[in-house]
């Protein structure tokens, strides 16, 4: 069964590749053959995670960029493409979501939220998207959040960003299809790293059908299947992977 999700010879880009849920995708990625470009914006961590696959047999590079960067997106798809020819997964991964009043957001903390979080994802999945259609194809992943569907106070911005990467997701899947599908997970509470700012009591319960946060590597399956052709006849989904958030 696990054939279905062989990747051996793919190239897989993602962004905020060097820990939490990039991380674990990577992982996955490279244990089952794909070569990886790990891109994040720290380049001793991204290089950490690439010597890691390329212990696995894989070929991979580590870039430094800011996912909020229109040219550095445009930069990350040409070295990519410049090293290994072409791009077949793209993870769109990087993010953040600082819990802020409404009224206390500034317009810089505005500008980087959505900038970080829709902005220079739609420039990546746009120039990898292009790509791909003029090649063999491929699959783009945009990583969302179940706070585009369910949102919650002092989430606003961060809210309406993954809500236009949703919306971005089922457009793209449109316009480049047939070779190119795209689709997006929307992850709810997880215990990464930013997990550990959490209260104990955060960390063990969470409202969800399953009363509590997902482990890191329980992402893995749900971004196997997107990544693989297990997955050939799914485009423009949304797809939860929130323990049923509520």
């Known amino acids: 069964m696990d ?23 990577v992982r996955a990625f490279a244990e089952r053959g794909a070569d990886i470009v790990v891109a994040s914006r720290k380049i001793a961590a991204c290089e950490e995670v690439a010597q890691e696959v390329r212990g696995l047999g894989r070929r991979a590079i580590a870039l430094s960029v800011n996912a909020s960067h229109w040219a550095d997106m445009d930069r990350l798809v040409a070295a990519t493409c410049d090293t290994f020819g072409r791009i077949d997964i793209l993870v769109n991964n990087a993010g953040m979501g600082p819990a802020t009043p409404s009224h206390e957001m500034s317009e810089e903390l505005f500008d980087k939220v959505t900038a970080v ?6 420039r990546l999945a746009s120039l990898a998207a292009h790509r791909m259609a003029q090649g063999e194809g491929g699959s783009i ?20 960003a993954k809500a236009a990467l949703n919306a ?16 997006a997970i929307l992850p709810g509470p997880f215990l990464t790293d930013i997990s550990k700012a959490w209260t104990e009591e955060m960390r ?12 890191a590597e329980e992402i893995v399956s749900t971004a196997l299947y997107l990544a693989s052709p297990a997955s050939s006849f799914t485009t423009g989904a949304l797809l939860r992977c929130d323990g049923g958030m509520i």
């Open 3 to 25: 054939s279905l999700f062989d990747l051996t010879g793919k190239v897989a880009v993602v962004t905020g590749g060097s820990r939490g849920l990039g991380l674990q995708m």
């Open 117 to 122: 979080n829709f902005k220079g994802p739609y």
């Open 168 to 183: 971005m997701t089922v457009s793209l899947a449109h316009e480049y299809a047939p070779k190119v599908r795209v689709n």
């Open 141 to 160: 992943i945009n990583v969302s959040s179940s706070a585009s569907l369910l949102p919650v106070r002092n989430t606003t911005v961060y809210s309406g």
């Open 204 to 215: 063990s319960r969470a409202r969800n059908a399953l009363g509590r946060p997902g482990r």
